[in-house]
């Protein structure tokens, strides 16, 4: 017995100290969950397509749209995914007008394809979501050509925004949400080098694109000014998500065993879940209170300041430019 009393004594400021972690840990996710949008509201009637809706942050935006009646059409890259998942959300809502169709955001043809399917089956579209994404992505091109990043992130979702606007024009009131990061601190438009041909770096490369998301936002809302149609940019924060998937650095299987015993339990408490991840675009997507708000950026479901970069509205004008060359469209 009393070796057992000797035993006790020893591990119980370990098991103290782990219970104070935890706690610690705890406490700390409950805050980093950021802002929630709480209002309900009734989207029937209401047609809107997400980008990359199949998975993380698009998903749970999709499943929200569709418990709120919205006609909801899932523009996803892998038309086998898409469809799991579309019939999952109609399972958990209830709601048959969710639709999955296949949209490469790497590929200009595709976009144009999808948009062609999409008008010919509506006529209206009252919300467009640029949701999907990559991140620290290995060096990569397009169909196109284009760096990945700068290719997926902006330049797919500036041609299929372009190609949405007579319909959204004709919906208004109608909005667009790009989601951004606050990645975008770190970017700069590399102007003489803007596809990373000279020089790759996946993080520089990362923040370029998240930088241009915000540039192209607010550009568009000046040329959309007074048709009705509001475009904002959101930061979801740091969340719980597949798009790191790609990265070099969990290619491996050691690295793959370091993240799921060492990394996920220390970062669960630094990261928000992906459903609060989307709370800040549904904020955007949906609040009444922002009807008639356009231009702006949003984080934590509140008004949040820019870098100066992407306040730089000469350049915006410039990457407009540039990207109706590379998208081969003009307005």
């Not at 904002?232 to 798009?243: D, K, M, Q």
């Not at 708000?293 to 410039?318: E, H, I, N, R, T």
């Amino acid at each position: 017995m009393e070796i057992i009393f000797n035993f006790l004594r020893k591990i119980a400021p370990i098991f103290l100290a782990h219970g104070v972690v935890g706690i610690i840990a705890f406490c700390v996710r409950l805050y980093m969950q950021g802002g929630k949008f709480r209002k309900q509201t009734d989207e029937t009637g209401k047609v809107a397509i997400v980008t990359g809706g199949n998975t993380g942050l698009g998903k749970e935006t999709v499943l929200e749209l569709a418990k709120r009646g919205a006609t909801v059409y899932m523009a996803c890259r892998n038309k086998e995914k898409g469809e799991r998942a579309r019939k999952e959300i109609v399972q958990k809502t209830g709601n048959s007008n969710v639709f999955s169709k296949e949209c490469d955001l790497s590929s200009l043809d595709s976009i144009r394809k999808f948009v062609e399917d999409f008008k010919k089956e509506q006529r209206e579209l009252h919300i467009l979501i640029n949701n999907a994404g990559v991140f620290w992505e290995p060096r990569g091109l397009t169909k196109e050509g284009f760096e990945t990043h700068l290719g997926v992130n902006h330049i797919g979702h500036f041609l299929l925004t372009n190609l949405l606007i007579d319909v959204l024009e004709r919906s208004a009131p109608s909005r667009v949400v790009v989601v951004a990061s606050k990645a975008h601190e770190r970017g700069h438009i590399h102007v003489e080098d803007i596809n990373s041909s000279e020089d790759y770096d996946e993080g520089v490369a990362y923040c370029q694109s998240k930088l241009a998301n915000i540039l192209f936002a607010r550009e568009l809302a000046k040329r959309l000014e007074g048709t009705g149609v509001t475009v904002n940019a959101v930061n979801p924060g740091l969340a719980a998500t597949e798009i790191a998937r790609n990265m070099v650095f969990f290619q491996t299987k050691f690295a793959q065993y370091v993240v799921e015993t060492i990394l996920r339990p220390l970062l669960w408490s630094m990261m928000k879940s992906a459903r609060n991840g989307a709370q800040t675009t549904l904020y955007a997507a949906l609040d009444p209170d922002l009807e008639n708000v356009s231009g702006q950026y949003f984080s934590d479901c509140q008004l949040a300041s820019l870098a100066p970069a992407a306040l730089d509205d000469q350049m915006a004008k410039w990457l407009w430019a540039q990207s109706e060359k590379w998208a081969e469209i003009a307005l």
